[in-house]
């Protein structure tokens, strides 16, 4: 391979491209030597029109970009885990304009995008839909103690769960010090959940979130945002600007946890929930 900054290799129908799955773009990427991906020296996969049934682990250094969002599916092929979700993320992974799904018939440890303890991930201009009838799967959820900066940007999502949580992002209870996370422009859609402790989002034991410009709309008696703190120290505060938060019939689009503190700017709630010791400033 070429040793330039930024090479890119194609994944799309035979003829049309030099792979034809995104896990044989990925395993063609050398893994050590002069040729492997670095902060300097990062690759990027190019992905043409198609559906593609597969479930992928990402690699640190290395970008997705489909050709748009409405003709690139991922989706989990029949054979899939049911530990596993479609997308396994990584360090230092951007990835844009394309649809992810999970297979009909998941189970609640199914969640279509994930990652644990990864930092420096950029999620831009995709679809993330749960595509099970029964409703038991999320769509993105990110944990562990160690991740700092997630951007996720022109996301949208669609989760037909009664419990759960559409998104969900979640720090170190004992110490929460997670930094960097900002949603932009999101659409998060909830509309079945049923249960007190439900959320489309879910922002958990991250010292600062930041939520800007987005729509999220749920149903009652699920939350729109629910702000939580688990450990018994550590700041958690979130930042809601110039967002919508609609429940339908509820009385707690926002929901502010015990020891949180949401600032609210230039945003709009259809009802406010806080617990002891939590703060709308």
């Given at each position: ?55 992928v682990s990402c690699r640190p250094f290395v970008n997705w970009v489909g050709i748009n969002k409405s003709s690139v599916l991922i989706i ?31 189970t609640p440890s199914q969640w279509v995008i994930h990652a644990n303890n990864k930092s420096n991930i950029g999620l831009r201009n995709i ?114 600007e110039g967002t919508s938060v609609e429940c339908v019939g509820g009385t707690h689009a926002l929901d502010v946890g015990s020891n949180t ?21």
């Amino acid at each position: 391979m070429a040793s330039n900054y930024g090479e890119t290799l194609t994944v799309g129908k035979p003829g049309t491209a030099t792979y034809s799955s995104i896990t044989s773009a990925l395993n063609a990427i050398p893994t050590s030597g002069a040729e492997a991906p670095t902060f300097w020296k990062r690759y990027t996969i190019f992905i043409n029109p198609g559906t593609y049934e597969e479930v992928v682990s990402c690699r640190p250094f290395v970008n997705w970009v489909g050709i748009n969002k409405s003709s690139v599916l991922i989706i989990a092929p029949p054979s899939q885990s049911s530990s596993t979700g479609t997308i396994k993320l990584d360090d230092f992974v951007e990835i844009q304009s394309l649809t992810a799904v999970s297979r009909p018939g998941s189970t609640p440890s199914q969640w279509v995008i994930h990652a644990n303890n990864k930092s420096n991930i950029g999620l831009r201009n995709i679809d993330v839909i749960p595509q099970d009838t029964t409703a038991r799967s999320g769509c993105i959820k990110i944990t562990g103690g160690s991740w700092t900066t997630i951007l996720m940007e022109f996301v949208g999502m669609s989760y037909f769960g009664e419990t759960g949580c559409a998104l969900s992002i979640s720090g170190n209870a004992s110490a929460p010090q997670n930094s960097d996370l900002h949603l932009r422009n999101m659409f998060v859609d909830a509309l079945k959940l049923n249960v007190v402790e439900a959320a489309a989002i879910l922002l958990q034991d991250c010292h600062t979130s930041y939520l800007s410009n987005s729509l999220v709309r749920v149903k009652s008696p699920g939350a729109g945002v629910m702000i939580r703190r688990t450990g018994a120290s550590g700041l958690v505060n979130a930042l809601l600007e110039g967002t919508s938060v609609e429940c339908v019939g509820g009385t707690h689009a926002l929901d502010v946890g015990s020891n949180t503190t949401c600032y609210f700017r230039f945003s709009h709630a259809d009802s406010q929930l806080v617990h002891p010791g939590g703060e709308i400033v």
